[in-house]
């Protein structure tokens, strides 16, 4: 059913990466029966979420390393770890019980590039990012000033929004809004004229 969904948008994937969504759904079952990561366990809701958070790899432009800003049980930046195994991911979650389960995962599947951090964004040390992510965390604005100490001029944006995303972009230029069904836009703020 993954396989099929993630073929039907255009995007391709070798097996280690199936196996590694399958693995992942399954400790994600687990850990969530005993710390309620999240509400979404059935297979299908799952499923979905991976999909949603590996959709904008059809549009992204090329990146090395990456933050995910309040990872939560893993979306998107656990799974585009699984995607772009190539790629330094950065987890950045300030929860204790998120932080084991997803230590837990960059083991069990030997995702070598993925550090995960315990820490709130804010309290990260300076660094740069080629590509700073983040899904149902806070608004744009805010999102872009928690992170304003991770970016260069070179830093893109790519915020997972659901049908409020219009109002959170008045001040933002050079941007792109992909929607993808009814309730997912994906923003996506590109490095000329941001800064």
């Known amino acids: 059913m993954l396989k099929a969904n993630i073929e039907a948008i255009g995007l391709e994937f070798d097996d280690i990466f199936y196996e590694r969504c399958e693995k992942f759904k399954a400790l994600l079952q687990e850990w969530s029966a005993v710390h309620n990561l999240t509400r ?16 904008p790899i059809k549009f992204l432009n090329s990146f090395e390393n990456m933050a995910d800003i309040g990872t939560g049980a893993g979306y998107p930046g656990m799974i585009l770890a699984i995607a772009r195994p190539d790629v330094n991911v950065s987890l950045i979650e300030p929860k204790a019980k998120r932080v084991a389960f997803l230590n837990f995962v960059k083991a069990s599947l030997k995702l070598d590039k993925v550090d995960i951090i315990h820490k709130r964004v804010e309290e990260v040390s300076p660094t ?3 590509l700073i992510t983040s899904r149902a965390v806070t608004d744009t604005s805010l999102l872009l000033s928690l992170t304003n100490h991770l970016k260069d001029s070179q830093t893109e944006y790519l915020f997972y929004k659901g ?3 219009d109002e959170e972009i008045k001040n933002i230029e050079n941007y792109d809004i ?6 997912r836009n994906y923003l996506y703020i590109k ?3 941001l800064f």
Do not use: H, P
């Not at 979404?40 to 959709?55: G, P, Q």
């Not at 992909?178 to 309730?183: F, Q, Y």
């Open 40 to 55: 979404a366990t059935a297979d299908k809701e799952i499923y979905d979420n991976i999909l949603d958070s590996i959709y």
């Open 128 to 130: 740069k990012f080629d």
């Open 163 to 165: 049908s409020s995303v």
């Open 178 to 183: 992909i929607k993808r069904g009814e309730n």
């Open 191 to 193: 490095r000329k004229g």
